[in-house]
């Protein structure tokens, strides 16, 4: 068993398209819109097996939680960098750019090398290495 995907309401999904693709290096497969919901989305594909699913409506409230402070539900989504090179590199690249670093690169206590990054609409990306 794996995880498919993971599904995030955006109000700009072509900015979000964007950010992945010039970011991450994601892969977007074709459009989906759904004329009588006004629903339209993007898969998202990494190297390997995950997917992102970022999705538009309109009429979706907005998130009232602080993406800073932590919270109950899903609070972030890790992504493999492959070294602790890349992971430097994509944080100081990211706040470069004006992106908010919550989380500066550390060693955690099981052993991982992470940043903590807020992607345009303020989800937390954890940017790590084994």
Do not use: C
């Not at 398209?17 to 010039?22: A, G, L, S, V, W």
């Not at 109950?72 to 590199?89: T, Y």
């Not at 060693?107 to 345009?120: C, Q």
């Amino acid at each position: 068993m794996k995880i498919d995907h993971i599904a995030i309401w955006t109000y700009d999904l072509e900015g979000m398209k964007n950010f992945y693709m010039h970011y991450f290096d994601a892969t977007p497969g074709k459009a989906y819109y759904n004329h009588s919901r006004e629903f339209r989305s993007y898969f998202l594909s990494f190297d390997g097996e995950s997917r992102l699913e970022i999705m538009e409506m309109p009429n979706i409230p907005k998130n009232r939680n602080n993406p800073v402070k932590q919270y109950s539900g899903i609070i972030h989504f890790a992504l493999d960098m492959g070294s602790r090179e890349q992971v430097d590199k994509k944080t100081h690249q990211l706040r470069d750019d004006g992106f908010k670093v919550i989380g500066e690169p550390r060693i955690t206590g099981d052993g991982y090398y992470e940043s903590v990054i807020l992607d345009p609409d303020g989800n937390r990306i954890e940017l790590m290495a084994y």
